[in-house]
């Protein structure tokens, strides 16, 4: 069967495509790879070339030693990869000790598989073995709202997962592991392939500050629904924070209309010389205090500015605004 007309061919295309027309791929941002099951490569191995040269891989991944790849090219567009998918994608075979590949099929033009080939390798080695071979997909894609995010809230794998898992509900359905994020590092290297293969033994989404998202699954219908899933719920984000930002202020307008009738109450507190006052000797204020920063741990706060805050200052100083 010629490789253009094999199934998995026909589904890694269309998710390719997909990806562009959401845009997530601009010039030749974000790559895919599919490990391509024995027999599937048996149905295209007549057009499999044995002319190309090993090379090195940049990184060891011995438990992939045999596989073959469905990659995209590097420097490749996706927006040219339904067009001409000959000239952007490549089948490649790994070698007996998973350091070096060589192109077996693709790249007509010439070029290389994508500058990120050892983070999509070292991923698929971690799934590979975790799930028994049932994760076949990653996907790596400049999914905008992600990233913006990364410029808002802390780096934080708890916090990305609780904000995500907060903007929609299908969120702790679909990556109910949660996400890793990774502060900024140098791309299509061996240092951050490390890291983030790290993070795939915990999850299957992994989200590269200020540049895009990693995401792993068994096929392409949900890796690219996984993505899409954690790219909507970051769309929302904005808007839930916003509900949240006026909901913090409707809760003081509340505390200070109770404190301004109460002023009897605090009385004594403003009565005392300053260097005496002691705040938690005063149940009242104590009590005010303690609901206040109840509070701060419920809702984040968004300033005018757009930069995430949690905590005291924090929303004094949003209420000032
Ligand atoms: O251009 O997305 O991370 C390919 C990339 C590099
Ligand atoms: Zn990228």
Request: charged share 20%.
């Amino acid at each position: 069967m010629k490789v253009l007309d094999a199934e998995f061919v026909q589904g890694y295309i269309r998710m390719a495509n997909d990806g562009w027309e959401q845009g997530w791929h601009e010039r030749n941002g974000g790559n895919l790879s599919y490990r391509i099951k024995p027999e599937e490569v048996d149905e295209v191995k007549e057009e499999l070339g044995f002319d190309k040269p090993w090379q090195p891989i940049g990184t060891s991944v011995p438990g992939l030693a045999g596989e073959y790849f469905l990659v995209t090219g590097s420097g490749k567009y996706f927006r040219n990869i339904i067009v001409d998918p000959e000239v952007c994608l490549a089948i490649i075979e790994l070698d007996e000790t998973g350091t070096n590949y060589r192109i077996r099929w693709g790249l007509v033009e010439g070029g290389r598989p994508t500058s990120e080939l050892p983070t999509h390798l070292m991923n698929h080695e971690v799934k590979k073995k975790l799930t028994n071979g049932k994760h076949r997909v990653i996907y790596h894609a400049h999914t905008t709202n992600t990233i913006a995010l990364t410029f808002v809230l802390p780096l934080d794998d708890k916090v990305f997962t609780r904000e995500l898992w907060e903007s929609a509900t299908g969120g702790a359905v679909v990556f109910p592991d949660g996400v890793g994020v990774i502060g900024w590092m140098v791309p299509g290297g061996r240092d951050i392939a490390v890291k983030t293969a790290e993070l795939m033994k915990k999850y299957d989404v992994v989200i590269w500050a200020h540049h895009g998202m990693f995401c792993s699954g068994e096929d392409f219908d949900l890796t690219f629904g996984l993505l899409h899933t954690v790219e909507k719920s970051a769309e929302i984000h904005p808007a839930v924070v916003k509900q949240k930002h006026s909901a913090v202020h409707t809760q003081y307008s509340h505390i200070i209309a109770v404190f301004v009738h109460c002023r009897k109450l605090f009385r004594p507190f403003f009565s005392y010389p300053f260097f005496r006052v002691r705040f938690p000797d005063i149940p009242p204020l104590q009590f005010l205090f303690y609901f206040v920063l109840q509070i701060h741990q419920q809702f984040p706060v968004v300033g005018n500015t757009g930069i995430y805050h949690r905590g005291f200052p924090a929303t004094v100083f949003s209420l000032l605004q």
